[in-house]
């Protein structure tokens, strides 16, 4: 067993009474090590451990424990100056020497206490001495422990309002990526009721609920399996189907080991649209779109889409491809947000006159397919 496992469910208490908790312990550590160094200086040691020494030392102990959490106590509310919190150190190191010089005339020597002659100089030879620098060493280490708690708790707060704003940013792309889709595919369905095709028309709506009602059953989650991307993907699809017929087919390179691992959200329907949008909306002739997923060197994995058909000629062409459509800048977007500094999305004409979008994301960062909203269902 660990130290850390020992004070981890200190840890779940409010800092506040974690202090006083740790000042607790600190105060018995330093009061029976005075204690005992008292002892170990004595001859007979067993001659001291009387019923009345033993008393000496409890009361000792509550008192100084008192003191010490006074001592503590204005540094723990927020809104006190720190002129009271440094009064309230002072008046502990004069105060933890006192209780203990009273204590033992009160029960070791009571008879002292009628003159006060030896009661004063063994008070300040505590204060000067023992008492004062012991409880100054307390307050010191109270400091520093109440310097890293507070220091814990402003960079825990800093990194819930980090997370939030990132879920805030994610959960502002995908509601955009979802209208965006929506007036696609609704501009798809009105221009096949134009041409009478209804029955082509109902087929698209019917795709189209489906996979609005897979978008809402995912939830809220910035990842997705790569199975579920896929069966997105394909009712998609299935919509551009009847409206270019016979134009788009596309391929799927997909090793059954990569259908169960977390990629992010609306990741292939993005990157096909832009396949539909560029080169089947352009070409006269059949285009082949090939999507694969593959891992790559330095333990990353690599989601491509690869077409032939209208290849825009020039790299000012492609970065006009990349930047004017909605679906891959947002793309792009939650990518930089998931992965920062480690995933991309590079877009550009490849060998053989094709185009090519890919998404590269660590491999270390997928984890298989566990949603917990899923099992509680």
Known sequence: MTFDSLIAPLKRLNPPLQLRLWGLALTLTLTLADTLGALSVSPDVSAKLTPRYLTFISLYMILSIAVCQLVLTPFLRDGVGMVWRWLAVLAGVLANPFVEVAAFFLVIRPEAMSTFTEFWPTYLFGVLATGG??????????????????????EARVRDLETAFTQAR??????????HFLFNALNTISALVSLERKSDAVGAVASLGELLRRSLKQGAGPLSSV???????????QIEALRFPERLTVV?????RFRSLLIPRFTLQPLLENVVKHSVAKSVGMVTATVEIAETAGSRCSISVRNDGFVPAGSADCSEQVGSGIGLVNLKQRTEILFPDVGELICGPVEDNHF????????????PLTNPEDNAQ
Do not use: G
């Open 133 to 154: 620098p012991r409880v100054a060493l307390w307050i010191a280490v109270m400091l520093v422990l109440r310097h890293q708690m507070m220091r814990r708790q402003e």
């Open 170 to 179: 994610l959960a502002r792309l995908e509601t955009q990526i979802n209208p």
């Open 227 to 237: 199975e579920d991307e896929i069966e997105s993907a394909s009712l998609y699809l």
């Open 252 to 256: 799927w390179k997909v090793d059954d």
């Open 356 to 367: 090519e979008c890919k998404l590269t994301i660590p491999m270390s960062l997928i984890e």
